[in-house]
């Protein structure tokens, strides 16, 4: 199956689930969501009225645990519970729970989506770092099993520069305020895209300019040459006719035979 038809799917079916529920039990949903293989998108269910309502109330971990996992990351989690336990706090870490092995490989996943958006070129170190990984062996299985197998990514490891390259990878939820940021990057990118388009065209028109003027000199030079050959023509057809005119005048040249054929005159002494 399409993996985006899977999700759409996965996604309507936990909405629905999440629609009739409250409470604890709103609970279990948002639990199996964040730990589901397929899912990666969570803002749909974010959006579900019973989710929202969870804001201030004693299951308000359940909806702190769904944003963590529409918008943040492994290090995001890791660094709150540091934070946490150095100031030896406990009630306002009651909203980051521990995480079962499942949401934490699923965090992880998302960890790459979130690295992969703004590089293409992923350093070994930088994703051992954020994902908490000590070993380069157990970092590529992670990306060659739990993320290109999970067609969530496509890319090609490579080990002598020790990086990533990633050649795709699935989009995640859109963080607070990140849409205001692609708004003006799309508006950015029209600008360029529009000032362009009007050096293209005035490229193109000076182009057909350019080739106007060619097709006028060339017409010309063709006009020349003809005037040239008919000229040269004339010139030659008035010669030849001269000489016609030459030789066909009575004793104008005198014919050679005719020539040959007259006695000689024999030249007396001068006395």
């Keep these: 199956m399409d993996i985006e038809q899977n999700q759409a799917e996965l996604i309507d079916n936990f909405v629905k689930q999440a629609s009739v529920q409250k409470g604890t039990a709103l609970g279990s949903v948002i639990l199996e969501a964040t730990s589901h293989p397929s899912l990666f998108a969570f803002s749909e269910i974010l959006a579900v009225p019973t989710v929202a309502e969870l804001e201030g109330t004693e299951n308000s971990v359940y909806l702190k645990v769904l944003q963590l996992f529409a918008h943040g990351t492994w290090s995001d989690y890791r660094s709150k519970l540091e934070t946490?336990?150095?100031l030896f706090v406990t009630s306002?870490?009651?909203?980051?729970?521990?995480?079962?092995?499942?949401?934490?490989?699923?965090?992880?996943?998302?960890?790459?989506?979130t690295l992969a958006e703004t590089n293409k070129v992923l350093p070994y170190d930088e994703l051992m770092m954020e994902l908490d990984v000590m070993n380069v062996r157990e970092l590529e299985d992670f990306l060659i099993n739990e993320c290109m197998y999970a067609g969530i990514v496509r890319g090609k490891l490579d080990q002598l520069r020790r990086c990533f390259e990633i050649q795709f990878a699935a989009g995640r939820d859109l963080r607070p305020g990140q849409l205001g940021s692609m708004i003006q990057t799309l508006s950015n990118w029209l600008g360029s895209s529009d000032n362009l388009l009007v050096s293209i065209q005035e490229k193109i028109k000076w182009a057909d300019t350019m080739s106007e003027l060619d097709k006028k000199h060339r017409k010309e030079v063709e006009a020349r040459v003809e005037e040239v050959k008919k000229s040269v023509s004339v010139k030659a057809e008035v010669e030849f006719r001269g000489l016609e005119d030459i030789y066909s005048e009575p004793g104008g040249v005198m014919d050679y035979e005719e020539d040959r054929s007259r006695p000689k005159r024999r030249r007396h002494p001068r006395s």
């Design 84 to 86: 946490c336990a150095l």
């Design 92 to 113: 306002n870490c009651s909203s980051l729970p521990q995480l079962v092995p499942d949401q934490v490989l699923k965090l992880k996943q998302l960890t790459v989506l």
